[in-house]
């Protein structure tokens, strides 16, 4: 079993920062690809990024690159998301997930424990 949980969620105005994270506790955690994805109102659960276990490989949804980046440290068995120049539009709750291969995915499907979400809003 693994457990994670979001924090760092909050209000900002367009074009500022947050840095979200994700505790993560269980066995073996460390040998695991972690995601972050993000859901709006209305709208399907989305990928956001992804990171090896390793730290080594990451992989970026088009919508966010350049922006966003995710890291872990897996001594502290903390994921980050750091987040720059929001938009409104990246106004969502956002998740941390972690999937039982040391290689990445951008599908939702194939990540086996979610965290409860944390939410993001950016105004404008």
């Keep these: 079993q693994v457990q994670l949980v979001e924090s ?3 209000l900002v105005q367009a074009g500022g920062s ?3 994270s994700c505790a993560a506790s269980g066995r073996a955690w460390s040998t695991y690809a972690m995601g972050w994805f ?3 109102p209305g709208k ?3 990928f956001v990024a992804a990171i090896s276990w390793s730290g ?3 992989y970026y949804a088009d919508s ?3 922006r966003f980046t995710i ?3 897996n001594a502290k068995n903390t994921v980050y998301l750091h987040m720059n120049s929001l938009k409104p539009e ?3 709750v956002y998740y941390c997930a972690a999937r039982l291969s040391t290689t990445i995915a951008i599908n939702r499907h194939e990540y086996n424990y979610w965290g409860q979400g944390t939410h993001v809003t950016v105004s404008s």
């Design 8 to 10: 760092g969620g909050g």
């Design 18 to 20: 947050l840095r979200l």
């Design 38 to 40: 993000r859901q709006a």
């Design 44 to 46: 399907e659960r989305e």
């Design 56 to 58: 080594g490989i990451t």
């Design 64 to 66: 966010v690159k350049g």
């Design 71 to 73: 890291a872990r440290d």
């Design 90 to 92: 990246d106004t969502a």
